[in-house]
């Protein structure tokens, strides 16, 4: 199971375009509200999120947790307790951590990206606490997947799908999309 976390604030685009990408993979994906049963994005659009974070029980269903940027999405990703256990939870286990935009920000804080290739938003870099900052659209390293915005939403998307099932089906729904490029 896919956790993606939904904040107020948070950047559609990010959190939308994986969701369908994961989706078309066949993973079962669950969207999370913190704070609110209606979640407004950070450009007006309001979203009924599967489940609220009350909802949430750390397991081994959990095969990776998706945190979409945007502001103030990623500060109010931040202060829940909800994704901060869930993010221990998963670095703990093993389990896979993406994170776009400003929400790398989040896990570098953690220290979770201590000697890791990491990218993010431009301007998040000084958050990355130890990570090798690359700059890149998409990165992974481990059990961790950053990526630089929405303008590459569908490239993290591939990549969550690449880090679940491998590079032939990330493939496969790269090509039946119709993306450009390799």
Request: aromatic fraction near 4%.
């Amino acid at each position: 199971m896919v956790l993606v976390f939904l904040a107020n604030g948070f950047e559609e685009t990010e959190a939308i375009a994986p969701i369908d990408i994961l989706r078309r993979n066949g993973q079962k994906v669950v969207t999370v509200g913190i704070g609110e049963e209606v979640i407004t994005s950070s450009h007006g659009v309001t979203v009924v999120p599967d489940v609220t974070e009350v909802d949430i029980a750390l397991s081994d269903e959990i095969d990776m947790i998706v945190l979409p940027g945007g502001m103030p999405g990623t500060l109010n990703l931040e202060k829940s307790r909800t994704v901060q256990d869930t993010i221990d939870y998963c670095a703990a286990n093993g389990k896979y951590i993406g994170a776009i935009c400003a929400a790398p920000s989040i896990i570098g804080r953690k220290g979770l990206l201590k000697g890791k290739k990491a990218t993010c938003f431009p301007g998040f870099e000084e958050f990355l606490e130890g990570a090798d900052f690359t700059g890149g659209p998409v990165e992974q390293d481990g059990n961790i997947i950053t990526a630089r915005g929405a303008g590459v939403a569908i490239e993290f998307g591939l990549k969550l799908v690449e880090a679940l099932s491998g590079k032939p089906a990330s493939d496969k729904i790269h090509e039946a999309m119709h993306c450009v490029g390799a």
